[in-house]
Each structure stands twice: as structure tokens, then as C-alpha cells.
């Protein structure tokens, strides 16, 4: 890459060639106001605020959308610029009201900070309040608000929509002073292509665009902000947790603008039927009470009892879980071994390699994607934000993409408009014999994405053995993407596990007595009706779970624990290790299981049942329930907002279907 040497208020930079003059100026720590400029859209260059002189031409340029040449002179704050900054934002506030004290983005507003940060502004023109009345436009929506005339018409809204989501939800409508942001259908909620990950919320400079759950709710200054990985799906996205040190207000996005709807709606699960301690036999006790009664069952009898863990527990519980089985000898299954663990050893068996999963670049190098199974927009949406070309300081990467679907229901995915091949999920294999003579040519800029919700047991393994020979044949890029936040992780620490099915056969035999649940899955995976029958026919059952509903109704002792939200943890998904950060403090699911071990009492190995090896079949009681963009495991059904809007679209398809 070729270097040029630019100067910049009388300090020479050398950056690569192409580089806008505003990615320039902030390699100095220059401060340069912007409001239609984000790093991770294309260049629009509406606003004009961020004016600069360019000493050789003798005039102002704009410094997001001017690429720098050998020899550049700039200056940022010389007078002509601060006079022309003044002015840009003298005609902003000309017509933008003066309603700071019951806009929710007071505090956090672009418009705000920069009228301080210049100071007064004097209004020259003859308007009055009511010239700064503009056309409403009523979005039908119970989520977002648009409040038009505090639009600055920068329309990062439209963009962000566009050119990251990809969803395409919104548009200008009009034009000049009259110009309003519109859904592309109305109601909002139920007809647009929306996927409501609040993006265009978060990206707004100003009040404009407000998330109605939040509204009137806090002032931004007097919230806490923590930094850390989204746990709604194995994506590991970097999120902000807006807090009050006691409750969660709102989950927002980063400046990678990586959310989707299960974060973004769903921070509300965390205030709803919580269990902040201990149940036995339906009634409330001290969490203490309830892990000694643990402590004494497993004790009482190690070896016919299981623990089912969860692919939603982070690391560090799973090494204790690990433990405990080591100390006890008691089985050990998870949701995942009919899930993700029958595709990896699918693909192992083909390939003769261990699987890993490929990095981000791959997808967005690709030059065709084909999506098998369920559809990865509504499992995991942020992947598909990689399914067009992105953008960075100015700059275009990688491109769009030729994309195919073939699967039992192609739904938000048609966004991209891809060529669609709908068959049942349970006929994959016999029509993916044939899938060049659909995708056509397969190669190395081929990536192969499958959603591991798709199939379970047998049929996920021979999908495994088709994803090795496909990338062993043509050199594709595979990705195999679980639905639970640490499913990958769970595998590597939980090496030795029981096929679940065998477990629930156990349980009906009454060889296993007393189960220990960690977290809710396994209801996502069995049928109701075998779940009660096996469930009955135990003597114990301990479920360590966040809420007081759900299983904790059904066990003999309930124990409550944390969210991703609270857990100071760490995951391993699709970009590999991250850590996640609590924002409230809870009593966390490490701590707890850690308080089960230490009571535990060690069983010699002499006369424990030596563990069978996996053998995979399709039980009959699999259920494969169809994912929507609402849906994210047992926690968004604690979630009033995604169930509100599950509900909603529900009931459209309903009424479509008479």
C-alpha cells in the first residue's frame, strides 16, 4: 500500500493513500464535528459540518468525503472554518426546536454537544415556534417514534438500514425542509421489512428516532455503561448495557453497529420473573437451604443422577460442571449432543480434521453464500450483515454477493434476494447430492453457512458429513453456526457426554433417579409430552435457572441464578474466545455450581458405570420448532417486547391465511 505525507495544522502524517481527511486528522486527536459520517457507512457528505481548509486550493472542504494527496496541507480550525461551523449549525437550530428538557437523547446528542462546543448560536432569521413546526409521520409503530422536526437530514437512519443491516426499511420522503424518514410499509411492526435491531435509534444524531420502551424512562447521565458480549446467540457481539446498577434500561449497539432484535428488544426479559433465591417444593427459601438439599441428594446417590448442562452457560461454569462429574461420576448430557455435536463429528468423520470455524473476512470476501437449513437471518441476524459489501473510514470491502437458500422456509433472508430452493429441513441430504446443479460452481470464495437448529441426531450428522465433503472437494469456507451462545465452548471443556435421548431412556428405566437441569434448552428440543413422562418418572428434580416460572414450577428444588447480562464470563463462538462483563450484580451460576462441588462428597472410580461411546439416531421425540427473528431459546419468552411482536406477526399470518 502506497504511503502519502500529509500536514495537518503544521504536523506532517504519513497514512496510506485514499485515506479521507477526516480519518487523517483523527490519527492527530483532532476533534472534528460530524453529524452524517460514520466509519461503517459509505461517505454522504450532507451535513457539512465537518469543513476543513485546504491551504493549496484556498477554500473549505468537506473531510469525510476528501481523499488526501502527496503533500496536503490542511487546517481544522482556523477562522474561516469556525465561521463556517458556526453557520451550519446557526441553520440547524433555526429551525430545530427547542425541547431538550423532554427529548431522551438529551445528553447524548450530536446537536447538543456541538452548539455547546461552539457556543451561542444567534438566530438571524425571523422564525418563529411555529415555523419550526414540519409534517408528522406516524411510523405505526410500538417500538419506534419518529419525531420529525428534530431530523437533521443526515440519513445515517437510511444508511445504517441499508448498507449494514441490509433490510432496507426506511426511505426519504419529500424533499429540502420537508423531508421526512418512512417506513417502506405500514404498520411498522407487522408489514415492513424492519428486523428491529434499533440501529437507526442508535445511529441518529439527534432525537429524531426514539425507542418508545425507553422513553421518558432515564436521563442518559445518570445511567451506567457497560462494554460487553451480547449472550442471546453464539454471534458474540459487542453490545452496551445501559444500567442504573440495579436494573437494565436498554441494550444498545456499539460503534461496530453489530445487534440485532433478540438484544436490542429483549433487554427486558432481565427484570421479569426473576428467582433471587431458592424454591423447594414450590415454596421460597434461602438460596443456602436449597444448595445444601442439592448437595445431600447427589451425595445420597451420585451414580443415578445426570446433569443436563446448558449451552448458554459460559466457560467458567462448565469447568466446574466438569468437576463436579470428575468428583462425582454421576452422567453428563447437554442439548448439544443432538444438535451441534452430531455435525462436528459428521464433518470430522469426512475430513479427518477437528472443525474450525472460519473468521468474519471469509464471508465478506465471499463472492456466492448458500444458507442450508434454517434460515440464518432470523437464528443468527448479525451474520447476514456481512452478506453485502461493507464499508470502513471511507472505504469499500469486499463485495456483493451471489446467494442461495436451500432450506425448509426462506423468510427474512429474501432481503438479499437470493435464489430459493424450499424443501423440508428433514430432505436435505438427498437434495444437497445434487447442489451444484443449483448453486453452480462451489469453490474457495464459496462460503456454506448451516444453522445447527436445523436437524438433530442422525440427520445432523450425515449434514455434518456432507459440510466435510464439501469443504474437503472444493476448499469452501464452512460455517456451522449454533443457535446457544457457548455451544462450542460447552464441547470443549464437556468432552465426555451421554447422548441426551439415551439420558431421557435412563430416566424412564429408572436407572437415573434425581436430574440436575442447568438452564431451560432441553424444552426447546423434546417433545412436551416425552419430557413429562420421563420428568415423572424421577425421584428429583434440581433446576438451576434465572426465573421463577418455566421448570422451576415443575422441580422439587429451584435454584436461581444469572443472565449473560450479569455474569462476568467468558464464551467461545463465532469469533472465538470473547469475555463478557456484568452490568448488575447478581448471584452468578459459577458461584453457585462452585458451592455445589465443594460439598460434594468423591466417589472411588471402581464403581462408577463406565460411559458408552455416542451412537446417533433420530428419536422420535425431536421436536424442530421454526425459529423467527424473535425467538432466542428459553430467555426471550421472558421477553414482553419479543413476545409482543411474535404475537403480532402471528396473528397477520392468521388473518392472511383466513
Not at 99 to 125: F, M, R
Not at 163 to 187: H, M, Y
Not at 495 to 520: A, F, H, S, T
Amino acid at each position: 500500500m502506497v504511503n502519502v505525507k500529509v500536514k495537518i495544522d503544521g504536523v506532517e502524517i504519513e497514512v496510506p493513500e485514499n485515506t479521507t481527511v477526516l480519518e487523517a486528522a483523527k490519527k492527530l486527536n483532532k476533534l472534528i464535528p460530524t453529524f452524517c459520517y460514520h466509519p461503517k457507512l459509505p461517505i454522504f457528505g450532507g451535513c457539512r459540518i465537518c469543513l476543513v481548509y485546504e491551504k493549496k486550493w484556498k477554500t473549505t472542504i468537506i473531510a469525510c468525503g476528501t481523499k488526501v494527496y502527496d503533500g496536503m496541507e490542511i487546517e481544522t480550525e482556523n477562522e474561516q472554518v469556525l465561521k463556517d461551523r458556526k453557520f451550519i449549525l446557526e441553520m440547524l437550530f433555526t429551525r430545530h426546536p427547542l425541547d431538550c428538557p423532554i427529548c431522551d437523547k438529551a445528553g447524548e446528542c450530536d446537536l447538543q454537544n456541538w452548539g455547546t462546543y461552539y457556543g451561542p448560536q444567534i438566530n438571524y432569521t425571523p422564525f418563529t415556534p411555529f415555523d419550526k413546526v414540519r409534517p408528522e409521520e406516524d411510523w405505526q409503530s410500538d417500538y419506534f417514534e419518529f419525531i420529525s422536526n428534530r431530523c437533521v437530514l443526515c440519513l445515517k437512519c437510511v444508511s445504517v438500514c441499508k448498507n449494514v443491516n441490509g433490510a432496507d426499511a426506511l426511505f426519504q420522503e419529500e424533499r429540502g425542509f420537508e423531508t421526512l424518514i418512512s417506513p417502506d410499509k405500514k404498520p411498522m411492526d407487522t408489514e415492513s421489512n424492519c428486523e428491529f435491531c434499533g440501529l437507526c435509534v442508535d445511529i441518529c444524531p439527534v432525537g429524531a428516532i426514539i425507542f418508545k420502551p425507553f422513553k421518558f424512562k432515564a436521563r442518559p447521565w445518570l445511567l451506567k455503561e457497560t462494554i460487553s458480549t451480547c449472550g442471546m446467540c453464539s454471534l458474540q457481539c459487542p453490545v452496551a448495557i445501559n444500567h442504573d446498577s440495579n436494573n437494565i434500561l436498554r441494550i444498545r449497539s456499539t460503534a461496530d453497529l453489530e445487534i440485532c432484535a433478540g438484544a436490542y428488544l429483549g433487554y427486558d426479559m432481565t427484570g421479569k420473573n426473576r428467582l433471587n433465591g431458592g424454591m423447594i417444593k414450590g415454596e421460597y427459601v434461602a438460596i443456602d437451604e436449597a444448595i445444601s438439599k442439592t448437595v445431600e441428594i447427589i451425595n445420597d446417590n451420585p451414580l443415578e443422577t445426570a446433569i443436563i448442562a446448558s449451552p448458554y452457560s459460559g466457560n467458567n461454569s462448565l469447568r466446574v460442571i466438569r468437576d463436579i462429574v470428575k468428583k462425582t461420576g454421576v452422567y453428563l448430557s447437554s442439548t448439544t449432543t443432538v444438535t451441534l455435536l452430531p455435525v462436528l463429528d459428521g464433518f470430522k468423520e469426512q475430513t479427518g480434521e477437528n472443525y474450525n470455524i472460519p473468521d468474519e473476512e471469509k464471508i465478506i470476501n465471499a463472492e456466492k453464500i448458500v444458507i442450508i437449513g434454517n434460515d440464518i437471518v432470523n437464528t443468527n441476524p448479525v451474520m447476514s450483515y456481512y452478506f453485502h459489501k461493507v464499508y470502513f473510514e471511507g472505504r469499500e470491502i469486499g463485495k456483493d454477493k451471489e446467494i442461495f437458500y436451500i432450506g425448509e422456509k426462506a423468510e427474512r433472508i429474501k432481503k438479499y434476494l437470493p435464489k430459493i430452493k424450499e424443501i423440508p429441513n428433514e430432505d436435505l441430504i438427498n437434495s444437497l447430492k445434487e447442489i451444484e446443479s443449483f448453486t453452480g460452481k462451489i469453490n474457495e470464495n464459496t462460503a456454506i453457512i448451516y444453522s445447527t437448529s436445523s436437524l438433530k441426531g442422525e440427520k445432523a450428522f450425515n449434514i455434518g458429513k456432507f459440510l466435510g465433503d464439501i469443504y474437503k472437494k472444493y476448499n469452501a469456507s464452512v460455517f456451522i453456526i449454533p443457535v446457544e451462545r457457548n455451544a462450542f465452548g460447552l464441547l470443549n471443556i464437556l468432552r465426555k457426554q451421554q447422548y441426551l435421548p439415551d439420558i431421557l431412556k435412563k430416566m424412564k428405566d429408572k436407572k437415573i433417579k434425581n436430574l440436575v437441569l442447568v438452564g431451560e434448552d432441553i424444552v426447546e428440543h423434546f417433545d412436551e409430552d416425552d419430557l413429562k413422562i420421563a420428568f415423572s418418572s424421577l425421584e428429583n428434580i434440581i433446576t438451576i435457572t434465572p426465573f421463577e416460572d418455566g421448570l422451576a414450577l415443575s422441580s422439587h428444588i429451584a435454584i436461581g441464578s444469572s443472565l449473560w447480562t450479569e455474569e462476568d464470563e467468558e464464551t467461545e463462538g463465532f469469533r472465538k474466545i470473547k469475555k463478557s462483563k456484568s452490568a448488575v450484580k447478581k448471584i452468578q451460576e459459577k458461584e453457585i455450581l462452585s458451592q455445589i462441588l465443594d460439598k460434594l462428597l468423591y466417589t472411588p472410580i471402581a464403581v462408577r458405570e463406565e460411559q458408552e461411546d455416542i451412537r446417533y439416531y433420530d428419536y422420535q421425540f425431536f421436536i424442530t420448532p421454526f425459529i423467527e427473528l424473535w425467538d432466542f431459546g428459553y430467555f426471550s419468552k421472558r421477553s414482553d417486547n419479543l413476545m409482543n411482536m411474535k404475537l403480532k406477526n402471528a396473528l397477520k399470518e392468521r388473518i392472511l391465511e383466513g
